[in-house]
């Protein structure tokens, strides 16, 4: 399918990590990106989606907003099973009446971490954060609509450009401190928003449905992240490994959610680049920090 001329409809477009990439890359591609805010339309409020549709009439809708604050989930799980359970079901329903393709995000962690291999599409959900929850009864509830223009998209550990994310934080906090320690025993595919969004646009291409998932090729742990960024920005921070009993948070992670890309590869004839190389492409061409800016 050709996206040229296609006005895509973007919530969480306008402000969220992953929204503006893919404006940003629609746009390249020769598309209508439609970015979205919460104010242009709540999806809490089905009607004020609705009323969107109605206006835009968008050959395409994709979901980019959640509720994503991991820790804060605990203490505000009802906003975020609206958010992520309730909401994306009906913004499923509305693309089927108008039968449009349906994009939806979810993420690595509705998986518990106890495998050693990379997860595949084909493996049990089995989360224990209420973020990871709400996540998983979203796709639950997209796939028991059974609406089979229903694109989902598990992804990983999101960096890029546009706003706040673990990386950018890590080099902020490395030009106010000498050192940092990061944990270094949760592993996970680092996944590169602009590579997210064209990935998403490679499937849509081919007409995919169902789960996939998609992140940056390799792996690594955060400390493995951090101190990879910290190196490519030439910053002079120690980043020292500890293990996550240092380091307590709200909601248990998993200790291992790598995702298997083979199923993306097999669909697209492509594999997404090494997470090092879209690392180095963001800090150095986004960021502007590093020996190889001019
Ligand atoms: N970040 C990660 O590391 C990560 C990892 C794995 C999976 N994911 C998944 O990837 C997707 C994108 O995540 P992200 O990090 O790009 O999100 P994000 O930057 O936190 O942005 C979330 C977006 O949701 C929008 N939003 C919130 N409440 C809304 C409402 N009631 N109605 C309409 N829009 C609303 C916000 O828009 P306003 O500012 O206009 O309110 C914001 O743009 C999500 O499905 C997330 O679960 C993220």
Known sequence: MSLTGKTIAIIGGKTGLLGQALCRTFSQAGAHPLALSSADCDILNPKSVERILNRKDPDILINAAAYTQVDQAEDEAEKAFALNATAPP????????????????????????????????????????????????????????????????????????????????????CD???????????????????DIASGTLNLLKKQATGVFHLANSGQTSWHGLASMAATLADKKCTVTPVPSSDYPTKAVRPHYSVLDLSKYTRTTGLTPRLWEDALKDYIHNQLHLGTDTV
């Open 90 to 173: 009906l913004l499923a329903a509305l693309a089927a009446q108008r039968s449009i393709p349906f994009v939806h995000y979810s993420t690595d962690f509705v998986f518990r971490g106890d495998k050693t291999a990379p997860y595949t599409e084909y493996d049990p959900t089995t989360p224990f954060s209420v973020y990871g929850i709400s996540k998983a009864d979203g796709e639950r509830g997209l796939l028991k609509l059974g609406y089979e223009h229903t694109l989902i998209i598990r992804i990983s550990w999101l960096f890029g450009p546009d706003r706040m994310n673990f990386v950018e934080k890590i080099l902020t906090l």
């Open 176 to 194: 106010t401190h000498d050192s940092l320690t990061v944990v270094d025993d949760q592993f996970g595919s680092p996944s590169y928003a602009p």
